[in-house]
Each structure stands twice: as C-alpha cells, then as structure tokens.
C-alpha cells in the first residue's frame, strides 16, 4: 500500500538532482504537510544531531502554493537550508546532497512509514475529518474540494477506508457528551492516544465479527500449546515466555495493529487488527528449536497452529520464517517485563503425567468464553 510513496515522475524532477530540496525554485515535492513531517522525520535520523526548524513560508514563481523554508543544523552548527512544496500531487521523495554525504549508503527506505509517521498521519486526518463535518476551532478552517482529494489521499496512503472517519466523527460525538466545552485540537489528541485498528472492529459485518472470535480463540489455544509443551522442559530458562498486551499500552509508542504477542526462546506469536478490522496472525520458529524442544514437540507446535486455523482464517495467518533469532528477540524484549502490558511467565516443571499423556490429550476446546466475547465487542 506504500508503493506509491517510491513512483517518481521523471518529468518533474529537475536535471540538476544535486540541487534539488536545497533552492527554493526546485523544491522536494510531497503531496501534504504531513507528509512533509514524515519527510523531515526521517532525515534527522541519518545523523545523530541533526535538527530542524521551519522558518516560514515562500512565494515562488511558477508555484501556485507557498514554499516552506526549514534551517538545518548538525551539533549545533548551521547544515543547510531544505524547501518543500507541499502541495504536490504526489510524494517524490528526494535525499537531498548534503544528507548522502553524511551517508552514502541511506535510500529511500528510511521514508517508509513508521508508526510515529503514521501517528502524524492518523492526527492529520483527525483534523480534516472534524473540519469536513463543520467542527471548527478557527475561523480560518474552511472546507474544499482540494482538501476533500487531500483527505482520500492520506487515509488511501495508510489503507484506510470510510470507516476511518466514522469512527473519528463517533468518537468526537461520544466525547463531546461527557464533556460538552472540549476543543477540536484537544480531542485530537485524545483520539490519538487511544487510537488502534482493533477500534473498526465495531464497523465490520457480522462475518468478520465471527471470523475474529475464531482467530481470538486460536490464538488463545496456540499459546496453551505453547505451555503444556514448556511444562516438558526441563531448562528453566527455555519455560519462560514474554506476553505482552498492547492495548494496555502507550500508543504512541506502539503499533496501531498489535494487541497481543508471546514470545520464547524457540518460538513467537501475534495477535493483530489489520486496517479493516480483521483479525490476524503471525509467528515465528528460532532456527534452533531442535536444540530446545524435541522433533514431536517441535512437530506438534506447527501441527496445531494449521490445526487451529483451518479455512476462512488460513489467509490471516502469517509465517514469518523458520530461521528467526527468537533467543535474542526474547532477551530483548526482558527489558519490557515491567511494564503494566508486558508480564514475564515461568511455567512449572509437569512432574506427575508422563510424556506420551501430554501428546495424546492435546486436544483443546475450540470455542471461547463469553467474557472474551464481550472483550471482542468493546
């Protein structure tokens, strides 16, 4: 959904490339301001030290929209200047000159988005979407045709539809009952801090809504798998796990898709929203696993991952590798233990059944309680 961040029109960039973003008549084009703060983001991560700040706008010739002036410094001392248009019909991403002789090696991948540029784009949106609906703070806020194509244009650069703006429209709704004096930008902010894709979920049809309890529970049943088979370990340190729950989380540091995962040494799973409300999995094995687990319990973990997710919910499984650093994803994740979303679990050695018994009674329910079923609907 992000290719059309990388499609250049050759017929608009200037000849001379090592000018362009560093004069004001050949400016980097991008298609919005928030588009421009994705932009600008991801230079100053090229170097440590780098800042910039917007100086104001320019009128140029041949540019029916004004021109934006940013200075940047590098510890503290003068850099360069970058212009920006940003009302383009695209973005054209551009490393300026100055930024590849900092480093050779950076491209354009560093102008994927990432969830603190999809944070920028999620408040823009926000914003228009209250604009568009006659929810104003300033006078000068005032609706067109051109910020309508805006308006689809952002929300199709994150693959959202519709249902983006109903839910903005509803919760401002909901919000401005409990409390009637709120402003426009603050609600942005609280849209913003709890914003998740789990949110649309209310939007879908009654399918999805049944597809995703069935991802819910296999999710649920994979990580009982999980345990019984740590409960056979006799390494300590291989029967520990990591679970996190992101909806209890910060979101603006977390991803707007995530909401439950568990990893272990030998292997990782994750329960996730995709921008439509549907529910998905994905997961890993560590290439070592072998080393760790025996070849039936290794066997018996894919085994029921295909066992719990046969069907309609097959395509929303995603298998990540079967070459993953799971030890190290592990270890580092031990960092996250003490928050209130991340709790770290130490299974108990299972002394009393025998081996055999734990394989022949790994058949567990498939249907889930109603407390989770009221967790779905929330």
């Known amino acids: 959904m992000f290719n059309s961040f990388f499609k250049k029109d050759k017929s608009t960039i200037p000849n001379s490339t090592s000018e362009v973003g560093l004069v004001d008549n050949k400016p980097i084009l991008l298609g919005s301001i928030a588009s421009s703060y994705v932009y600008l983001d ?200 990591i679970e996190f729950n992101t909806l209890k989380s910060d979101k603006n540091l977390l991803d707007f898709s995530e909401i439950n995962k568990c990893i272990t040494p030998f292997c990782f799973i994750s329960l996730g929203c995709d921008v439509f409300g549907r529910f998905n999995l994905a997961y890993g094995i560590d290439s070592r696993i072998l080393n760790m687990v025996s070849d039936n319990m290794a066997s018996t973990l894919i085994r029921r991952i295909y066992e719990f997710t046969p069907g309609d919910l097959e395509p929303f499984v995603g298998f990540v590798s079967l070459d993953m650093d799971c030890i190290t994803y592990f270890e580092n994740s031990l960092q996250n233990v003490d928050n209130e979303n991340c709790r770290l679990i130490e299974v108990r050695r299972n002394e009393e059944k025998s081996i055999q018994d734990m394989f022949n009674n790994l058949e567990l329910r498939d249907d889930i309680d109603e407390e989770t079923k009221k967790w779905l609907r929330r």
């Open 42 to 241: 991801a230079l100053v991560k090229i170097s440590k030290g780098l800042q910039y700040k917007r100086i104001g706008p320019l009128t140029v010739v041949g540019f029916p929209e004004v021109i934006d002036r940013y200075v940047f410094t590098l510890n503290g001392n003068s850099f360069c200047d970058l212009y920006i248009y940003a009302y383009h019909n695209d973005n054209e991403y551009i490393i300026p000159s100055p930024f590849k002789q900092l480093n050779a090696s950076v491209d354009e991948s560093i102008f994927v988005l990432n969830h603190s540029a999809r944070h920028r784009y999620i408040s823009t949106i926000a914003g228009m979407v209250l604009t568009k609906n006659g929810i104003i703070q300033y006078q000068d806020e005032v609706w067109s045709a051109e910020k309508n194509g805006l308006l689809i244009k952002l929300r199709s650069d994150l693959g959202y539809e519709d249902e983006l703006e109903k839910l903005i429209i509803d919760e401002y709704a909901e919000m401005k009952k409990l409390n009637p004096e709120i402003k426009k930008y603050d609600f942005i902010n609280f849209f913003i801090e709890r914003f998740h894709n789990k949110n649309l979920v209310k939007y879908t049809p009654e399918f999805i809504h049944e597809r995703n309890e069935k991802m819910l529970s296999a999710y649920n049943l994979i990580i009982e798998t999980i345990n019984r088979i740590q409960a056979w370990l006799d390494n300590e340190l291989i029967r520990r796990r």
